[in-house]
């Protein structure tokens, strides 16, 4: 190996985990490196809605969210269940606030409360319906100067300029529908229009997050090297000492005089694993997570001896597959007016329930693919994707489209009698304002991405009005949730629980302390901040 470099902290990959363990050792005064493989940094933070669940952080305490520790611990036990070390649980709720705390410290990040998205269990003890969710609040790119150019894209790219909230979306859907969704746009334009007369280049949601992080490196002089993938982790004596990458087409030994990072990442895009370790049918175009996620650090840690957990499961959502890729949807299948049915025509789950748990439901009972039923009024009332109410879908959106509900069980294959005595059925109990058959609209999550203005039950409304669209409905996900086993201080462990010196991992190429579940907006980026700050902070003391 021609060449060897040598700092006390190597973090691998720059997404939320990376950058803010970085961070914390940065500025505890370790030299740090962060490794990215991709040409751009960011990840899938950068690609996200930059939801962050952290209960009790200074900022949700300063809107006078009423959020006490005992609350936090008492939902997030009932949520996770007993799969997650209660150890983790816990080191999750105690340093979630100070690593925010630390971050508003230390990056120019500010973060506003997204008022109303409730927890995904609110009626469980100690959910909260108005949610405790927060979100970064606009930055201003120009902080970032060449940088920019090199901060990953958005999934869901605005138009440059415009600063879109997490919490707008729920109101723009309804702007055929409600005051609020034309006030919120109007707020958008405003929002333009003050920020570009004072020159700025205003970055929202994932965008803000992934810049604001790499702001805060920058400020802090830590380097991070693009088009350098981590190709093993260096070990000598059973000690992690640093890791084997690739820059500029030779392999480097970066030695780690403290401790190793991995940050790098699920194994969303690592077609390999995912058939491996998940449930067919699975592979890799339902997934939204960085095309760059393809495992590489989880691989590695198990090479040195590391443990693996929760490798099954993933950040599920039910994903409609369009022509220019596959779109998550959220306010789209819980907007009334919408039903999933399986291959006998029957619905089957509660089309409004926690993104994760309807994949979860289309798993276990075996209904892959599913049809998204809906009707011409769902179209003329609300916003889809980003097309706007009463236009026409685009080629190839839906699968079938027919001006009888026979008809268009017919072109997706499913039994007309089933399809339409499900859509009678669900039509009387939408009337009467009550689904007690899968109980869509009795969570107030349910009610979230959902209509107001719709009575009696502002989650369920009759299909009626031809004609009738069929979507094709299949398992995606954000990225995966399995990864590296770590302990409460973000350690790696081996299968017999001992600790393997040297090496930490956070985010999403370690085991997600959600277990199975997603307790609320923010669910991946909060721990993985908060893990990513966690190990930062246990290799500066160890
Ligand atoms: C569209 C979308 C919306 C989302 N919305 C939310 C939300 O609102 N709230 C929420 O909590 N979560 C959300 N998520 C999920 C969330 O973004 C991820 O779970 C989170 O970003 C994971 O953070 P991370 O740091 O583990 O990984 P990432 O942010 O993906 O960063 C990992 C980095 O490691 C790099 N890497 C990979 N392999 C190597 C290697 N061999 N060497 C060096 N570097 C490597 C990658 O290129 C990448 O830059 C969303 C995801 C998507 C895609």
């Known amino acids: 190996m021609a060449v060897t470099v ?76 007993p799969e997650v070390p209660a150890a983790r649980r816990q080191a999750f709720l105690a340093n979630g606030p100070r690593a925010i705390s630390f971050l508003l410290r230390h990056t120019p990040l500010r973060f506003s409360w997204m008022q109303g998205y409730p927890d995904y269990y609110p009626e469980l003890p100690g959910g909260m319906p108005q949610g405790r969710s927060i979100e970064p609040q606009a930055l201003d790119a120009n902080i970032l100067g060449a940088e920019y150019a090199k901060l990953n894209p958005s999934y869901v790219p605005t138009p440059p300029g415009t600063v879109v909230y997490d919490v707008d979306y729920k109101w723009l859907s309804l702007i055929a529908r409600h005051p609020r969704g034309v006030a919120t746009a109007t707020e958008i ?6 920020l570009s007369a004072q020159g700025q280049k205003p970055i929202s949601m994932g965008q803000a997050l992934a810049g604001g992080l790499r702001a805060g490196l920058l400020a802090a002089g830590v380097p991070v090297w693009l088009d350098t993938p981590l190709l093993d982790l260096h070990v000598e004596n059973g000690r992690v000492a640093g890791v084997v990458a690739r820059r500029d087409g030779q392999e480097i030994l970066i030695r780690a005089r403290r401790g190793t990072v991995i ?19 699975i592979g890799t175009d339902w997934t939204v997570g960085a095309a760059s996620n393809t495992g590489d650090g989880i ?25 220019d890729g596959p779109w998550f949807c959220l306010s789209e299948r819980t907007l009334p007016g919408t039903i999933f049915v399986n291959q006998a025509g029957q619905r089957f789950v509660n089309e409004a329930a926690p993104y994760s748990d309807v994949v979860h439901v289309m798993y276990e009972k075996g209904h892959i693919p599913c049809w998204m039923i809906t009707d011409q009024e769902y179209r003329n009332r609300y916003l889809f994707k980003d097309l706007a109410p009463l236009l026409p879908y685009p080629e190839g959106w839906y699968r079938a489209k027919d001006w009888t509900i026979g008809g268009l069980a017919a072109k997706i294959g499913v039994p007309a009698a089933a399809l339409r005595a499900t859509v009678e059925r669900f039509n009387a ?44 409905i299949v398992p995606g996900d954000l990225g995966t949730k399995g990864g590296l086993v770590t302990d409460a201080r973000a350690r790696v462990l081996r299968p017999d629980g001992s600790v393997i010196p040297g090496l930490y991992a956070a985010g999403n190429a370690s085991a997600a302390v ?13 721990p993985a901040m908060t893990f990513g700050y966690v190990a930062g902070m246990d290799l500066v003391s160890g």
């Open 6 to 81: 040598e700092y006390d902290a190597v973090v691998v990959g720059a997404g939320a985990a990376g950058m803010t363990a970085a961070l914390a050792t940065a500025r505890s005064g370790l030299s740090t490196l962060v490794i990215e493989k991709a040409p751009v940094y960011g990840g899938s933070t950068a690609r996200s809605g930059a939801g962050i669940w952290i209960p009790n952080n200074e900022v949700i305490l300063a809107a006078g969210v009423p959020d006490t520790p005992a609350k936090a611990d008492t939902y997030l036990a009932a949520v996770v269940g």
């Open 189 to 194: 334009v405003w929002r333009y229009l003050q």
């Open 263 to 281: 940050g790098s990442g699920g194994f969303e895009h690592n077609e390999r694993m995912r058939k491996q370790y998940q449930q067919a049918p």
């Open 299 to 323: 691989e590695a840690g198990e090479r040195a001896g590391a443990a693996l957990g929760l490798m099954d499961d993933a950040w599920w959502g039910p994903m409609i597959p369009l022509p």
């Open 429 to 472: 109990q939408a009337r009467a304002g009550r689904d007690p058959d899968h109980r869509r609209g009795d969570s107030a999550y349910d009610a979230y991405f959902a209509d107001p203005t719709n009575q009696p039950s502002p989650c369920l409304t009759p299909i009626w009005l031809p004609p009738f669209y069929a979507f094709t």
């Open 514 to 526: 959600m277990g199975r579940s997603y307790a609320g907006a923010g669910s991946t980026l909060g």
